[in-house]
């Protein structure tokens, strides 16, 4: 039997039954990755199979640096058949690893390729794939119907033009809707000056407006988020180490942005205020227009100074925190409900040790007075290294047992690859393991339309219902 079968992963009838007649054919809204909006307005075609499969993974990066694979094959200018056959050669190793299943699902869904891979085995891949990848239904386009794509949410910088998202609306061969999401992490970034003042530049100038005083600089952000709006955006996102937890008055705010602008020092504690008072106006903001707030909490960024200086940002080199969320994130969260002004919540954790104490603060602030859908906070999906079975398991059973399962708006794949869509199935396959074995032992009814209703509209259409994206 190939590795990747029909009931990979399913070790129950019922969990068998939950995948094939309410998972496996539900259409799939991704609402966080880091897909580039520009392939998909030009329909890109990939060259090769490292094109589309292994550049830019961080992931696949992490996994070859721990087999001894030297960084020229990783970001270095080894050619694209040499990173691929040094990503052949760590794949072995990587059983027990999310990687290997990831990677296996990925061959089989896009290239109908069932051989484990491996360097014996990497040539007739190279081969099938890229004659694959030169033929219909390739294309970025070709690969997202593949993959039954609905919608997809790109994670966008407010300086960005957002003209791909105007080209792919306004092309009606475009089946699949591709949203902006609002990503403000550089307006928080006062800890390098220099980068932080071009950005302010760059906002001042797409904006149209003199970010020359905070009150400029918050006229500009607002013009921005107005903007992302009118394009269909309907959710903001934001990659926290913690929740900024100094409170800060704007005359206070206004006299660190003065400041910094004029190139000025700026200590760590008031980097903390300035990105408190950033933060509860993003929330407001959020809240005036229906918005929902990502929140990615605990990464701990760029660890290898070597890496970092040498290579920059998103290379692999960052790793779980390891800090005390519960009271900065119940501040913030009260705050704007005092304010009147709480929107819309997905929490991602990276630290498994918070699921409970972050899921059960998110329930302090639930209700339908307050307006939205059901849940309307709500711990999102295990996320970056918690993106393993296990991980997604600990999500599941964390906010099953402090909120509702039943209105989890599920799967995403928080990705920069177009054959990442595997995740989904690799989720939904996990999901239906869990409920089915727990419905075998009698832990749940043995309802299939009961328990299965469940599942297909955690997998679809409980984060169309939620979100408010124009699908149609």
């Known amino acids: 039997m190939a590795f990747i079968h029909d009931n990979f992963l399913l070790q129950t009838s019922a969990a068998r039954d939950l995948y094939h007649e309410y998972a496996k054919e539900e259409p799939i809204l991704d609402f966080h990755n880091h897909l580039p909006p520009n392939e998909i307005a030009n329909d ?23 087999n001894g694979i030297p960084e020229r094959f990783c970001t270095g200018d080894a050619t694209p058949r040499e990173k691929f056959d040094a990503w052949a050669a760590t794949v ?12 296996h699902l990925e061959l089989a869904r896009y290239f109908d390729t069932h051989d484990l891979f491996n360097p014996d085995t990497a040539d007739a891949l190279w081969d099938k794939a890229n004659g694959l990848l030169a033929g219909e239904g390739y294309t970025t386009r070709g690969l997202l119907k593949r993959s039954k794509v609905r919608a997809l949410c790109t994670t966008d910088d407010p300086t960005d033009s957002l003209e791909h998202h105007r080209a792919i609306a306004a092309d009606p061969s475009c089946e699949v809707r591709v949203f902006p999401t609002f990503r403000p992490d550089a ?45 269909g955006g309907r959710i903001s996102d934001h990659g926290l180490h913690h929740i900024f937890d100094e409170p800060c008055s704007e005359a206070e705010a206004s006299r660190i942005f003065d400041r910094a602008r004029l190139g000025g020092a700026v200590s760590a504690g008031e980097v903390e205020q300035f990105g408190n008072f950033l933060m509860l106006y993003f929330g407001e903001l959020d809240a005036s227009r229906g918005w929902t707030k990502q929140l990615h909490i605990g990464a701990e960024r760029n660890n290898s100074t070597r890496r970092f ?10 790793s779980m925190a390891d800090v005390n969320h519960a009271g900065p994130l119940r501040r913030y ?5 005092q304010r009147g002004a709480l929107p819309k919540v997905i929490l991602y954790n990276l630290n498994p040790q918070d699921n409970y104490a972050m899921a059960t603060m998110l329930g302090n602030f639930q209700g339908g007075d307050a307006g939205g859908p059901p849940s309307r906070l709500q711990l999102g999906t295990a996320w970056w290294f918690m993106d393993t079975r296990e991980g997604m398991e600990w999500q599941i059973n964390a906010w099953s047992n402090t909120g509702l399962l039943s209105r989890f708006v599920g799967m995403l794949t ?3 690859s177009f ?16 409920l089915g074995g727990e419905m075998e032992r009698g832990e ?9 209703g469940m599942v297909r509209r955690i997998c679809f259409q409980n984060a169309a219902d939620f979100f408010g994206l124009a699908l149609d």
């Not at 890109?44 to 721990?66: I, P, Q, S, T």
């Not at 200086?309 to 960052?318: A, E, H, K, L, V």
């Not at 969260?333 to 409900?337: S, V």
Request: with cysteine; aromatic share 12%; net charge neutral.
């Open 44 to 66: 890109r075609r990939f060259e090769n199979l490292y094109d589309v499969w292994l550049a830019g993974d961080h992931y696949k990066w992490r996994a070859m640096r721990a």
């Open 92 to 103: 072995p190793h990587t059983l027990r690893n999310a990687l290997y299943h990831w990677t």
């Open 187 to 231: 307006a928080l970034r006062l800890e390098t000056p220099a980068e932080w003042n071009a950005w302010v530049d760059r906002l001042s100038a797409v904006s149209a407006t003199d970010c020359g005083s905070l009150t400029g600089m918050l006229e500009a952000i607002r013009a921005r988020h107005d903007y992302f709006h009118k394009l």
């Open 309 to 318: 200086q040498n290579i920059g940002r998103d290379i692999g080199c960052d």
């Open 333 to 337: 969260l009260d705050t704007l409900e």
């Open 414 to 416: 928080d990705s920069r």
């Open 419 to 434: 054959l990442s869509f595997a995740r989904h199935e690799y989720f939904r396959r996990i999901l239906c393991d869990l």
């Open 444 to 452: 749940l009814p043995r309802d299939l339309d009961l328990v299965g």
